[in-house]
């Protein structure tokens, strides 16, 4: 098979050599200029070649092309064959195909073009000391000379880049440096599959040890609730207080479990319909207890129905009783706390309200934020920063609601949760 000229294949034909020889300004006076200079490159050319090699072989990126001595041998032999073809002044369709070729060598054993260029900086180097040397003293001529041989030499560069190109050097070196990238975000993703394995495992170890024994807490509480039932006085008093300790503790657990697998993307809702009233007159009274033993007063303020065509039962019956838990929990004691639940249009509205202290402004932008924030202090009393709220906005969000707050420092907060009814 005959190989098409790099010529053809780049579309280099000869108006566009033409062009190229115009746009670097190579004339006839620059050819005779460089015939005037053939005696004395062919008097430095041996010691350029030595020079050169001796200086790539220092570098360990361009040694490792040249490990072969008898490859070394007839590069510096090609090399003092191409240096002295300088001078020729012969730009012919030849002279273009065979410096593509050396170019598109260099591409295809991978060198890279910066060692390439920097070849050559080498060798302009040594040229300018020795004609300074020589034509010192003719500053013109030195000028002149000079110029047109600079003139050849970035016609060699300028066809040598043309040949990296179309040697797809440049497209390889994306593409590996694309696939790198990509090796290096695979590394990344399973070092954080395994590591969020690993968090998760750890995570259920620390519930299960932790669940266990409050389990058995509150039923040994249980059993002395049964034999002192009145909650009102000791013994019974202190094994309610027991029971309800450690079925906060329990929810905090789930709370734990819900916003760690939900901040990874899970977080299964049953969706059902229900009646969010029913349900959150449910959790007024089964929270009663423990708003009397805190202290507090609840008043619930609700419709008689307010259905809903597709919740979740257990991730609202956690919202609402999350919020009324913290109502309880962080305001004083004596504070009333008004639970309302209405429907507006095509939403159900639960409002979880008091008449406590307060929240500042700068309280109410971290109460939802992350879980591992620490806890903050407004208007006299401290405000749950751990898994509680997080969750409720989580969740929230996860059944196409939203959760906010309306406060005012000194005339209490009211937690507003927003959900679709249908």
């Given at each position: 098979m005959v190989d098409t000229p790099l010529l053809d294949r780049i579309g280099l034909d000869e108006a566009g050599r033409r062009r190229l020889l115009g746009f670097l300004d190579i004339t006839d006076a620059d050819r005779r200029n460089l015939a005037e200079l053939s005696g004395f490159l062919e008097a430095i050319v041996d010691e350029l070649v030595e020079r050169f090699y001796e200086y790539v072989l220092s570098f360990p990126e361009t040694a490792a092309f040249l490990e072969d001595p008898s490859l070394v041998e007839r590069l510096k032999r090609a090399q003092r064959a191409h240096f002295l073809s300088l001078a020729a002044g012969v730009h012919d369709a030849d002279y273009f195909e065979s410096r593509l070729r050396v170019g598109l060598a260099h591409a295809q054993i991978r060198l890279e073009p910066q060692w390439y260029l920097g070849g050559y900086t080498?060798?302009?180097?040594?040229?300018?000391?020795?004609?300074?040397?020589?034509?010192?003293?003719?500053?013109?001529?030195?000028?002149?000379?000079?110029?047109?041989?600079?003139?050849?030499?970035?016609?060699?560069?300028?066809?040598?880049?043309?040949?990296?190109?179309?040697?797809?050097?440049?497209?390889?070196?994306?593409?590996?440096?694309?696939?790198?990238?990509?090796?290096?975000?695979?590394?990344?993703?399973?070092?954080?599959?395994?590591?969020?394995?690993?968090?998760?495992?750890?995570?259920?170890?620390?519930?299960?040890?932790?669940?266990?024994?409050?389990?058995?807490?509150?039923?040994?509480?249980?059993?002395?609730?049964?034999?002192?039932?009145?909650?009102?006085?000791?013994?019974?008093?202190?094994?309610?207080?027991?029971?309800?300790?450690?079925?906060?503790?329990?929810?905090?657990?789930?709370?734990?479990?819900?916003v760690a697998r939900m901040s990874q993307g899970e977080m299964p809702a049953e969706l059902e319909r229900l009646d969010v009233a029913e349900l959150v007159r449910s959790c007024v009274e089964e929270l009663k207890p423990y708003a009397h033993q805190s202290g507090h007063g609840v008043t619930l303020e609700a419709a008689a129905e307010v259905p809903a065509a597709a919740l979740d039962r257990m991730l609202v019956r956690r919202i609402v009783s999350n919020l009324l838990v913290n109502a309880f929990r962080h305001t004083p004691a004596e504070t009333q706390v008004l639970v309302g639940c209405r429907g507006e249009g095509d939403r159900c509205v639960i409002t979880i309200a008091d008449d406590g202290p307060g929240l500042s402004g700068r309280v109410i932008d971290r109460v939802f934020g992350p879980a591992a924030a620490p806890a903050a202090q407004g208007g006299g009393r401290y405000v749950d920063s751990g898994l509680g709220l997080p969750f409720c906005r989580m969740a929230c969000e996860r059944l196409g609601g939203t959760i906010r707050v309306d406060d005012t420092v000194g005339r209490g907060a009211c937690f507003v949760v927003d959900l679709p009814m249908s």
């Open positions: 080498v060798q302009l180097g040594y040229l300018m000391s020795r004609m300074f040397a020589e034509f010192g003293a003719r500053p013109d001529t030195l000028q002149q000379h000079f110029g047109s041989l600079l003139k050849v030499v970035m016609l060699d560069i300028t066809l040598a880049t043309d040949a990296y190109i179309y040697g797809g050097f440049v497209e390889r070196s994306l593409a590996e440096a694309h696939a790198h990238e990509a090796e290096r975000a695979t590394e990344a993703l399973l070092a954080k599959e395994h590591e969020e394995a690993r968090r998760e495992e750890l995570l259920g170890m620390v519930v299960h040890d932790i669940r266990s024994p409050v389990t058995a807490m509150m039923a040994t509480a249980r059993v002395g609730l049964r034999r002192s039932p009145d909650t009102g006085t000791p013994p019974g008093k202190q094994f309610g207080l027991i029971e309800d300790s450690g079925r906060n503790v329990l929810e905090i657990i789930d709370n734990m479990l819900t």
